[in-house]
């Protein structure tokens, strides 16, 4: 027999998995229209704002899918049981958003981009800014190894090397950015509870 809080966490449990499944079938049908969903600068100028969410989660080709979701369940084995439904919202939702508006902002050169590459580097950099003061010291090591890496990507950019999987143009910045928004996300979810108790104190000296 199951205590309370063993059925809470069982059920859980099972609900992320069926939403991982369900996720896994939309993200497989989103393949199929990927031309009227991937970041394309011009139509987004003309008004297919669509297009800054939808791109992540299209992909050049199934080799291509394959490797990032092949990342999505690692990560998803990672923090099952660390995500709440306030992390998986901002992973999915805004992440997306923050990255592509970065990059129409910041990159006016790029004209296309497709792929949850950038999503991921955002959701691991969340997740160890966050979980490497309060959890293990493995994400505080998984922090400096993402950074690691997107930092000699962005260096090797800049020295005019460049990375293609399979005839297609990886596109490194989307990396960074999301190494960014992701760790600066994940700074402002973890200090939270720090600046509401001062405020809280300072408003209450009052």
Request: charged share 10%.
């Given at each position: ?59 050049s080709h199934w080799l291509h899918f394959s490797l990032n979701g ?118 402002v979810v973890l200090l939270k509870p720090c600046l509401e108790k ?9």
């Amino acid at each position: 027999m199951l205590w309370p809080e063993e059925r809470v966490v069982l059920l859980s449990k099972r609900a992320k998995n069926i939403g991982l499944v369900l996720f896994v079938l939309c993200w497989i049908g989103l393949q199929y229209g990927a031309a009227a969903l991937e970041f394309d600068r011009q139509r987004i100028l003309s008004g297919q704002l669509w297009r800054l969410w939808t791109g992540h989660f299209v992909h050049s080709h199934w080799l291509h899918f394959s490797l990032n979701g092949a990342a999505v369940l690692a990560l998803y084995v990672i923090f099952i049981e660390r995500f709440r439904v306030s992390d998986v919202l901002l992973s999915m939702l805004l992440f997306p958003l923050v990255i592509s508006c970065t990059l129409l902002i910041f990159y006016p050169y790029l004209a296309w981009y497709n792929g949850l590459s950038g999503v991921l580097h955002a959701v691991v950099g969340y997740a160890c800014i966050r979980f490497a003061f309060t959890r293990s010291g493995w994400y505080g090591l998984g922090f400096f190894i993402l950074w690691g890496k997107v930092l000699l990507e962005l260096l090797q950019h800049y020295q005019g090397y460049s990375y293609e999987l399979a005839g297609m143009m990886v596109i490194t910045q989307a990396h960074f950015i999301g190494a960014v928004v992701g760790t600066l996300i994940g700074l402002v979810v973890l200090l939270k509870p720090c600046l509401e108790k001062q405020y809280t104190a300072m408003t209450g000296l009052r």
